[in-house]
């Protein structure tokens, strides 16, 4: 069946530093792979996504590659703000209509001023 | 971005009553939802798929004589919490599935239960 693991947490950074959440998967066929943030108290947003290997998700500074060959979908971004702070899940989906989100456990991102 | 709403944010009810989450697509039809459950500092647990003028499609170990789910129209899934009970206290999530095959999420209900 489907899986997601993600790095174990939570990440503490300081402000503009280098962030990296690392993510990988096991799926049948070809799955479509997704990074969602929420915010203490909210549901969630979806942050960036990519549908084939290869293809690059970017939104508000970060950025993920699908990495078929590695099954990675590892979430990067350059300089963090403390606005950043907030816990991230990567996810799958198989293709075809109204397939489910498979969930990684999550992971707590604390930025410090 | 595509909006889907939840109502009530939060809810405080007693034990043995029953309780109504309503979830709308407010910009999009939705053939398909989903009703989440997380746990403090967990990650979200399906409990089961709404469809459209079908009945819904539950996950393993969750009960569907407790978690009641009503998906009426291409733009409304209810989850009904039928005797609640301190244990049914949790941050309950929905998500629809737009045209453009994402899937957006609500912003949860919190139930507490005394």
């Known amino acids: 069946g489907n899986s997601v693991t993600q790095m174990e947490g939570p990440v503490t950074l300081s402000e503009e530093a280098f962030l990296t959440i690392n993510c990988t998967y096991t799926?049948?066929?070809?799955?479509?792979l997704f990074w969602y943030v929420q915010y203490p108290g909210e549901g969630l947003q979806l942050l960036l996504k990519?549908?084939?290997?290869?293809d690059k998700g970017s939104n508000k500074g970060f950025e993920a590659t699908y990495r078929k060959e590695t099954t990675s979908f590892h979430l990067e971004k350059g300089s963090v703000q403390v606005s950043d702070s907030a816990v991230y899940f990567c996810?799958?989906?198989?293709?075809?209509?109204?397939?489910?989100?498979?969930f990684g456990k999550g992971i707590t991102l604390s930025v410090r001023p | 971005g595509a909006v889907v709403s939840q109502h009530p944010s939060r809810v405080i009810c007693k034990s043995g009553t029953s309780v109504k989450i309503e979830c709308r697509s407010l910009?999009?039809?939705?053939?398909?939802m989903f009703w989440y459950r997380q746990f403090p500092k967990q990650s979200l647990m399906l409990m089961a798929t709404?469809?459209?003028?079908?009945?819904?499609?539950?996950e393993q170990g969750v009960e569907k004589d407790k978690f009641l789910i009503n998906h009426a129209s291409l733009t409304l899934s209810t989850l009904t919490v039928t005797s609640a009970h301190p244990e049914d206290s949790s941050f309950y999530i929905c998500?629809?599935?737009?045209?453009?095959?994402?899937?957006?999420f609500g912003p949860g209900t919190r139930l507490t239960v005394l």
């Open positions: 910009d999009f039809q939705a053939t398909t």
């Open positions: 996810a799958l989906r198989n293709t075809g209509a109204n397939s489910k989100l498979t």
């Open positions: 799926a049948t066929g070809y799955p479509s």
């Open positions: 998500s629809a599935n737009a045209p453009t095959d994402t899937q957006y």
């Open positions: 990519a549908t084939k290997a290869d």
């Open positions: 709404s469809n459209e003028g079908s009945k819904a499609t539950y």
